[in-house]
Nanobody
Framework: QVQLVESGGGLVQPGGSLRLSCVASGTIYNNNIMGWYRQAPGKGRELVATRTTLGRTNYADSVKGRFTISNDNADTVYLQMNSLKPEDTAVYYC??????????WGAGTQVTISS
């Protein structure tokens, strides 16, 4: 079993920055994909950014140039968010995908961008 714990959410003004962290525990494979998704009120969950353990990254067009995904090792992932906009307001979820379709989610952390 795998558990994901996110941290780093909060309230910031437009133009500000936040850094989200996610730590995975349990049976973590050396090769996996960790990433961040978000869900705004009244909308579906959408991809923000993913990163493979080999370093390949993928970003939503809406965050390219503003957000950076990184990791220390196979069980930790970060999301540095700069130049935040009100439309970035959402619950941000950490995700880990490994093996043959194993997919895990964290409980989410609220990010609110407001003046």
């Amino acid at each position: 079993q795998v558990q994901l714990v996110e941290s780093g959410g909060g309230l910031v003004q437009p133009g500000g920055s936040l850094r989200l962290s996610c730590v995975a525990s349990g049976t973590i494979y050396n090769n996996n994909i960790m990433g961040w998704y978000r869900q705004a009120p009244g909308k579906g969950r959408e991809l923000v950014a993913t990163r493979t353990t080999l370093g390949r990254t993928n970003y939503a067009d809406s965050v390219k140039g503003r957000f950076t995904i990184s990791n220390d090792n196979a069980d930790t992932v970060y999301l540095q968010m700069n130049s935040l906009k009100p439309e970035d307001t959402a619950v941000y979820y950490c995700n880990l995908a490994q093996g043959l379709g194993d997919n895990y989610w964290g409980a989410g952390t609220q990010v609110t961008i407001s003046s």
